[in-house]
């Protein structure tokens, strides 16, 4: 069985940021609430 760490969806997320940094916010605490939608929506 494989399990996905929280590190590597991190990791899943500062990828995903950098080719869409364009278009998404900026990755700050207060855009946090964003992130961890998109996130949980590619996982």
């Known amino acids: ?5 929280i590190s590597d969806m991190m990791a ?3 990828e995903l ?3 869409h ?3 998404w ?5 207060e855009y ?3 992130f961890i939608l998109y996130m ?3 996982v």
Do not use: A, H, T
Request: cysteine-free; aromatic content about 4%; charged content about 40%.
């Open 12 to 14: 899943m997320q500062k």
């Open 1 to 5: 069985m494989n399990d996905i760490k």
């Open 25 to 29: 916010p900026p990755m700050e605490p």
């Open 17 to 19: 940021y950098e080719l």
């Open 32 to 34: 946090g609430k964003d």
């Open 40 to 42: 949980i929506e590619n």
């Open 21 to 23: 940094k364009d278009s």
